[in-house]
């Protein structure tokens, strides 16, 4: 390979990266098989979850307990979460997937994202 190709290659590799759109997760068995053995984590916010096939969630964030349960409904990821004592309530969420990383949007995609890395 020239020097050139070599150069141009190196070029288009992060406008690649950049172009992968981020791609929705309707179905539960998708999403298992995505997060499946796998560690949701967040390195700045210290989270570190595990989403189980049984329907439980556990792990920590912030340095407390995070401990819950999940469904999938009508295509979306159904949780109630306790976060250190505090009741985080019950929120149906949009999922979504690119490379490692997978999003969650609370109200049925409608309100705030959080993006999670697999590890």
């Known amino acids: 390979m020239t020097l050139f190709r070599l150069i141009a290659v190196f070029l288009l590799l992060p406008v690649a990266a950049a172009a992968q759109d981020w791609q929705r997760i309707s179905d539960e068995d998708v999403f298992l098989d995505l997060v499946s053995?796998?560690?949701l984590t967040h390195l700045l916010y210290n989270i570190d979850i595990a989403v189980s096939p049984s329907g439980a969630i556990t792990g920590d964030a912030m340095g407390w307990d995070v401990t819950g349960e999940w469904t999938?409904?009508?295509?979306?990821?159904?949780?109630?979460?306790?976060?250190?004592?505090?009741?985080?309530?019950?929120?149906?969420?949009?999922?979504?997937?690119?490379?490692?990383?997978?999003?969650?949007?609370?109200?049925?995609?409608a309100g705030r994202a959080a993006s999670l890395r697999l590890r």
């Open 37 to 39: 053995d796998q560690r």
């Open 72 to 109: 999938w409904q009508d295509g979306y990821f159904c949780r109630s979460l306790d976060w250190g004592g505090d009741d985080l309530g019950y929120n149906c969420q949009l999922v979504e997937a690119r490379g490692d990383e997978v999003r969650f949007t609370v109200d049925q995609g």
